[in-house]
């Protein structure tokens, strides 16, 4: 076996146990009270409900959040920086696509995102490995029509 098939097999590996890890989590996870599981596998708890405006997935959205592995390794966090961003719900990862439509205005909600709705086998950068289910907590602060 050739040092590169060895290396493609090991690093399938390191993303089938983060899968697994990951399904072993939301299946615990999706017991718990506040806890709720949409069909697409999007697992949500609501910190605080919104009264505004819903977006839909043509609009642009104006959020805070905070973005994290499994093991409570932050990755991200316009809270801590000031800042919250701005884009078109079409340019987020699925999982944000499918569970901000679902927010108001004002909503502060916690995800737990599946890989595959998420950044699936090839993950991102050097802080999101492939396969990772992705904890984010998210404030919607304003849809921008």
């Not at 609009?59 to 932050?74: C, R, W």
Request: hydrophobic share 40%; glycine share 12%; proline share 5%.
């Amino acid at each position: 076996m050739s040092i590169q098939n060895k290396l493609k097999e090991f690093m399938q590996g390191k993303i089938e146990a983060q899968k697994a890890a990951g399904l072993a989590f939301m299946a615990e996870n999706k017991t718990k009270a506040g806890v709720a599981e949409l069909p697409e596998g999007i697992q949500y708890e609501v910190i605080k409900e919104g009264t505004g405006a819903q977006p839909l997935l043509k609009e642009t959205v104006k959020a805070h959040y905070k973005g994290s592995l499994l093991d409570g390794k932050e990755f991200d966090n316009s809270f801590k920086r000031g800042q919250p961003f701005s884009a078109p719900l079409t340019a987020l990862i699925k999982g944000w696509q499918i569970a901000l439509p679902l927010m108001k205005e004002g909503s502060h909600w916690r995800l737990w995102i599946p890989s595959h709705l998420a950044y699936g086998d090839r993950g991102a950068g050097h802080d999101i490995p492939g396969g990772a289910t992705l904890v984010f907590e998210v404030e919607l602060i304003q849809v921008i029509k």
